[in-house]
């Protein structure tokens, strides 16, 4: 497991944005703010999403959004 911080896209509301099914990968990642090393997730920043941007939890650009952790 490696550790998420505020900026990187394993707390960004975009990341794997319009995947619902992959939604169970990503709660955890918000509330524990750790992530597993091989996570590769499509970015759904409207900017970035017709380019089917594939990113690590790690990742970061200036679009980061905070994502609001699970209670």
Known sequence: MIRVHQ???GLC???AEHQPQEQQK???I???Q???E???EECGHP???TLHL???PMSGCAGFEQAVPPM
């Open 34 to 36: 750790e992530a597993p």
């Open 13 to 15: 509301v975009h990341f």
């Open 30 to 32: 918000r509330k524990t």
């Open 7 to 9: 900026g990187q896209c």
């Open 26 to 28: 990503v709660m955890p």
């Open 38 to 40: 091989d996570l590769v």
């Open 47 to 49: 900017e970035h999403r």
């Open 54 to 56: 594939m990113v690590t």
